[in-house]
């Protein structure tokens, strides 16, 4: 289950977007592959509509939102739950990066947007490792 203690990675939910399945995919890299045992995730919804276990998770942890647009709803979602934002990724700046990793699909990414995705996870990676520094 969650612990406290860990970074919480939060992506927007972009359901429909390429760049949001971008954002998920990187997510789920970092919390499942590249630091497990440091970095999990909280629902966005549930954050959105104020479940109260979640918005302690979100105000008592760092946490890093991802966002695939300009909208920037994690971002905006986490500070409005009065959440502790210590670091904000566009898959959009990535992308800006990596021009020629533009992902065609949508529902499953196709190799350009898993590279995308593996690309922004090591950046989240680097920024969970630099968080976890400061912390000690």
Partial sequence: MLKDGRVFVIPCSGIGKALGTVGRAAMYEVVEKLRPNEAT???LPLLTIGDEAVLKLARNNP???VDGCPFQCARKNI?????KLVA???????LRENKDLKPKAVTELDPKGLKLASILAEKLATQIDE???NNR
């Fill in 41 to 43: 995730t909280i629902c």
């Fill in 63 to 65: 946490c890093i939102s």
């Fill in 79 to 83: 500070e409005a739950s009065k959440g």
């Fill in 88 to 94: 904000s990724f566009m898959v959009t700046d990535v």
């Fill in 131 to 133: 968080i976890n520094n």
